[in-house]
């Protein structure tokens, strides 16, 4: 796991693209052959994130939040999200949902759709990945590493930088 | 209802909006064209926004009268009382949150410092209340850290009692609900940032997702009448 992450890593800078189905397997070898595609097949599925950005922590707090834009050639489903534990204790995918009147709760989603073609957009008030028992605040300037989960294209490996907004 | 409110307030304010059309016939010939000439106006009235002579407000003004006046939160560090309601020609701005709250409390926080930002020498004259929904969790360590991170000048108000953030809500018309299940905490918080002028009246709110710029619009429109008329 920690092979394959650095792996992609290299292969990709912030915006971090990945070949669903062929690509998510155990050996690191195969990761470096899969990002060109071959022109026998039809072009790789892929899903690509863009627009993301970790919210810099406040003061006093421990709860972090991250934004982002995914983009799919095929239908699939986000269906977690983690960061190394360095970062922050505890990762889930939340929504800001919003009740009577102009009322807001945050609860955690077990998955969320994403459909081909159509951008989804984790952003403030909506989705957002939320870091819980961030081990020390999200500073300006400074970069995670974020973990997306999908049901088919398997981990997705997004390099965040931490932003006072949105960009 | 508070954004339905907002844009209510955006045609209101806009004489260009064919109103006979929507008396003449509804036919779905026209509901495209009604919505179009709809969607103009709000353009039209956006724009207006970053002009320095603009006298209207983009937040959602209150349609019957909210006062906090005589309604004090108590302040923490120094565990005084605080009275929600601005110092002489200035406005203040009052907040429900809490501090474990990575998505919309500091969206609008930022917003709020960067509409700060934006009007210059008129900013000092912004003060910041936010009380906290979450007191138990929100120390009078804590939630004073928090606030600076956004403001310089501002006041951290702890309720003392559930009486105290009852009383303090209720002035608003606001309401928040803190509650344990199966160890989580769940709050359930308001997202208006309510401004109020030096009599504790409500003049102005910013519904979650206001952005900064039209913050900034606001501020200065209410800040330039208190200007005038003093």
């Not at chain 1, 599925?45 to 950005?53: L, M």
């Not at chain 2, 009604?34 to 983009?58: I, R, V, W």
């Not at chain 2, 912004?126 to 929904?133: E, G, K």
């Not at chain 2, 951290?156 to 928040?176: C, H, I, K, Q, Y």
Request: proline share 5%; with cysteine.
């Amino acid at each position: 796991m920690k092979k394959t992450t650095k792996a992609f890593m290299v292969t990709a800078l912030s915006i971090v693209s990945v070949s669903g189905l062929a690509a998510c397997g155990s050996d690191t070898e195969s990761v470096d052959t899969t990002v060109a595609a071959q022109s026998s097949m039809p072009a790789t599925p892929k899903i690509t994130v863009t627009g993301q950005w970790a919210r810099q922590s406040p003061m006093a707090t421990d709860m972090g939040a991250t934004y982002l834009t995914i983009n799919t050639d095929i239908d699939d489903e986000l269906v977690g999200a983690m960061v190394d534990t360095s970062i922050a204790m505890m990762t889930q995918v939340h929504e800001t949902v919003m009740g009577e009147g102009d009322s807001m709760k945050m609860q955690e989603v077990e998955k969320i759709d994403v459909v081909a073609g159509t951008p989804t957009e984790l952003k403030p008030g909506g989705y957002h990945v939320m870091l819980m028992q961030l081990v020390k605040p999200l500073e300006l300037g400074t970069e995670i590493s974020v973990t997306l989960k999908f049901a088919k294209a398997g981990d997705v490996v997004v390099t965040v930088p931490v932003l006072e907004e949105a960009p | 209802m508070s954004h339905e409110s907002q844009g209510l307030r955006h045609n209101e304010g806009t004489n260009s909006v064919p109103r006979r059309s929507l008396t003449v016939d509804m036919r779905k010939v026209f509901a495209p064209l009604l919505s179009l000439s709809l969607t103009c106006a709000l353009g039209l009235s956006l724009m207006a926004c970053g002009n320095d002579t603009a006298t209207e407000l983009l937040g959602y003004v209150p349609s019957a009268a909210i006062s906090s006046a005589g309604i004090t939160v108590t302040e923490q560090p120094s565990g005084t009382p605080f009275e929600l309601k601005a110092q002489a020609n200035e406005v203040l701005i009052v907040y429900f949150g809490y501090t474990n709250c990575p998505d919309v409390c500091p969206t609008t926080m930022v917003a709020i410092k960067n509409a700060k930002k934006k009007i210059g020498a008129l900013a000092d004259r912004v003060d910041i209340a936010m009380i906290t929904v979450d007191p138990e969790r929100d120390t009078a360590e804590i939630l004073p850290k928090y606030i600076s991170s956004f403001s310089t000048r501002f006041h951290a108000l702890v309720p003392a009692t559930n009486a105290e953030l009852r009383a303090a809500e209720d002035a608003f018309g606001a309401s928040s609900s803190v509650t344990k299940v199966d160890g989580k905490v769940e709050v359930v918080h308001g997202g208006t940032a309510y401004i109020v002028d030096d009599t504790g009246a409500v003049i102005d709110q910013f519904p979650f997702g206001l952005d900064a710029q039209s913050m900034a619009n606001d501020l200065t429109v209410l800040l330039n009448e208190r200007t005038q008329t003093k």
